[in-house]
């Protein structure tokens, strides 16, 4: 992973808060939108043990794992939405 520490700083830009969705739980997160990090995201595949398990890589920010039944309010904008950093 050698290759991940070379990586030059990269900007982030944050998206709404939005659910990926089981029928047990939900993981809150919030969007990230960064051309770097998907070219992050190639790069490592081809270099690591990969299994694919989700059809489409969808960068996010982690935030809780909630349950199923968790209000559809915590989705949405948040004090971040458009807002942008470099990592």
């Known amino acids: 992973v050698a290759m991940v520490r070379r990586l030059p700083a990269f900007d982030v830009t944050f998206g709404e808060t939005s659910c990926f969705v089981n029928d047990d739980w939900k993981v ?9 990090i998907v070219e992050m995201n190639q790069r490592l595949k ?6 694919q398990t ?16 968790a209000p559809e309010s915590l ?3 948040n004090v971040l939405t ?6």
Not at 54 to 69: E, R
């Open 54 to 69: 989700f059809p489409v890589f969808h960068p996010h920010l982690t935030l809780a794992y909630v349950s199923a039944d």
């Open 75 to 77: 989705e949405g904008p």
């Open 28 to 36: 809150l997160k919030i969007d990230i939108d960064s051309p770097a």
């Open 82 to 87: 458009g807002k942008s950093t470099r990592i």
């Open 46 to 51: 081809h270099c690591l043990p990969y299994v």
